[in-house]
């Protein structure tokens, strides 16, 4: 699986690639030049961080490089890279082409590059609207494994019966319901009677 030391390290080695520094990297992309410093890679917290897909994006235009090329200095279990299905934010909704276990179905997607996370389901669901601000705006892309076990904590995707489509915080798991917290925290949380959930998945990966 995916894990956040292998993108940071991807940054590091792109910076090398090319003679510079992470800071000098960033300076090149017109972000702030701490951004990729160690202390910018854990939350205050302790919880490990992922580098945002603007800042990715950022590089790769000040680099020349391709995502596919960025790709390459990932390394372990992360290093495979394969294409995987981009879906809309609507189309995963009422009406979307889903299976039971929240697996896309069909064909005709666009898809992206990215690193083997251990699920040959995973894809890309691409946020629409600002509900799920400020962890996740208008046109970021997470990536979501149907696969990947739930623990408490873990940032999931949840699909109602009636077709709603929730980017939360899963707070609690019972044998009756799901206790979902807002990414918002002006907002309450959410407590969804199992038999009321089509699906619910991990988000493995996501700008923040």
Request: glycine share 10%.
């Amino acid at each position: 699986m995916l894990k956040h030391r292998d993108v940071w390290r991807a940054i590091d080695r792109l910076a090398e690639a090319h003679g510079m520094s992470p800071s000098g990297l960033a300076r090149r992309a017109g972000l702030d030049p701490t951004t990729f410093n160690k202390s910018k890679r854990n939350t205050r917290e302790g919880k490990q961080r992922w580098p945002s897909t603007e800042s990715i994006a950022k590089i790769l235009d000040a680099t020349g490089a391709t995502m596919a090329e960025f790709l390459t200095f990932i390394d372990g279990e992360g290093g495979t890279v394969r294409n995987i299905p981009v879906i809309g934010f609507a189309r995963a909704g009422k009406g979307g082409h889903f299976d039971d276990a929240g697996y896309p179905t069909g064909a005709g997607w666009d898809a992206i590059p990215f690193p083997d996370v251990g699920d040959p389901h995973a894809y890309a669901l691409e946020i629409t609207g600002d509900s799920m601000e400020p962890i996740y705006r208008d046109g970021d892309t997470v990536i979501v494994s149907p696969a990947s076990s739930l623990r408490r904590g873990d940032r999931v995707v949840v699909r109602t019966q009636s077709g709603e489509v929730l980017a939360k915080t899963l707070k609690r798991r019972t044998a009756s319901s799901v206790v979902l917290e807002s990414v918002n925290a002006g907002h309450d949380d959410i407590t969804i009677p199992l038999a009321e959930v089509d699906w619910i998945a991990r988000i493995v990966w996501a700008s923040q």
